[in-house]
């Protein structure tokens, strides 16, 4: 599978997700993606892409600036 935005090759590997909410924001580590080798865009499959939804919605109401978490961890 080749990158949509500059037709680079994707490779497996675990990055860190960042989400910017009003309130706080939610670093999930190590979270499995595609990433492109040429521009670094990242591809997160809908499983992934389900468990990250889960996870911020479960985290968006903390009264914490700042969460940082694992993926591993976080997912049932």
Same mark, same amino acid.
């Given at each position: 599978?080749?990158?949509?935005?500059?037709?680079?090759?994707?490779? $497996?590997?675990?990055? /860190?997700?960042?989400?910017?909410?009003?309130?706080?924001?939610?670093?999930i580590k190590e +979270?499995?993606?595609?990433?492109?080798?040429?521009?670094?865009?990242?591809?997160?499959?809908? $499983?992934?892409?389900? /468990?990250i939804e889960i996870?911020?919605?479960?985290?968006?109401?903390l009264s914490t600036? +700042?969460?940082?978490?694992?993926?591993?961890?976080?997912?049932?």
């Open positions: 599978m080749n990158c949509f935005k500059c037709e680079g090759k994707l490779i $497996e590997k675990k990055v /860190n997700y960042m989400v910017d909410l009003e309130s706080t924001i939610i670093i +979270v499995p993606a595609r990433v492109c080798t040429q521009c670094g865009e990242q591809y997160f499959d809908d $499983e992934t892409s389900e /468990n996870i911020v919605n479960k985290l968006k109401d600036e +700042v969460t940082i978490i694992n993926y591993k961890e976080n997912v049932a």
